[in-house]
T-cell receptor
Framework: SAVISQKPSRDICQRGTSLTIQCQVDSQVTMMFWYRQQPGQSLTLIATANQGSEATYESGFVIDKFPISRPNLTFSTLTVSNMSPEDSSIYLC???????FGSGTRLTVV | AQTVTQSQPEMSVQEAETVTLSCTYDTSESDYYLFWYKQPPSRQMILVIRQEAYKQQNATENRFSVNFQKAAKSFSLKISDSQLGDAAMYFC????????????FGTGTRLQVTL
């Protein structure tokens, strides 16, 4: 199974600012997935990130708000842009290899 | 679209006892994957067990086993000899077999383990 290092583990941000979350995988993977878990809720897929192409976003999520980079087969970033308190959530990355997840980023927007 | 339903928001079990968490799903596919994930307060999503739909044999991982009823679209998780460390949110998830397929999660069941 792949091992994913995700950072930051948590952050408190002012509204209107942006935060970039990083995920590093210990092996090469074709696809990486970004999920959001709102307080007390289940996980919802934000987008699927392939290396060398634009990410595919799920309904309700747009690139301007959640830009994703995938510069190589072991790394991806998710940016939460122009944040508001409604963006306060746990954000997790995941890969199919072993169906593993990163440790999550707890974001609080004040 | 596939849906996953967990009808038990909370469950409680005494230490060393057995508990079963329920999950049902809806799909028109014949081949797919089902998962149980554990999320402790640390928020890490930990894969507990996985089942391929084409396999009739129920998956087992140590104290964790599933009862997979394909015709009924039911996928319950049994935890035997419950331990305090089993206390967590448990999420049932579904995935199609396509390479780009995402995980679809249920709403979760919070498991409490009491002494």
């Amino acid at each position: 199974s792949a091992v994913i290092s995700q950072k930051p583990s948590r952050d408190i941000c002012q509204r209107g600012t942006s935060l970039t979350i990083q995920c590093q995988v210990d092996s090469q993977v074709t696809m990486m997935f970004w999920y959001r878990q709102q307080p007390g809720q289940s996980l919802t897929l934000i987008a699927t990130a392939n290396q060398g192409s634009e990410a595919t976003y799920e309904s309700g999520f747009v690139i301007d708000k959640f830009p994703i980079s995938r510069p190589n087969l072991t790394f991806s970033t998710l940016t939460v842009s122009n944040m508001s308190p409604e963006d306060s959530s746990i954000y997790l990355c995941s890969v199919r290899c072993g169906y593993t997840f990163g440790s999550g980023t707890r974001l609080t927007v004040v | 679209a596939q849906t996953v339903t967990q009808s038990q928001p909370e469950m409680s079990v005494q230490e060393a006892e057995t508990v079963t968490l329920s999950c049902t799903y809806d799909t028109s596919e014949s081949d797919y994957y089902l998962f149980w994930y554990k999320q402790p307060p640390s928020r890490q999503m930990i894969l507990v067990i996985r089942q391929e739909a084409y396999k009739q044999q129920n998956a087992t991982e140590n104290r964790f086993s599933v009862n997979f009823q394909k015709a009924a679209k039911s996928f319950s998780l049994k935890i035997s000899d419950s331990q305090l460390g089993d206390a967590a949110m448990y999420f049932c998830a579904y995935r199609n077999t396509g390479t780009a397929s995402k995980l679809t999660f249920g709403t979760g069941t919070r498991l409490q383990v009491t002494l």
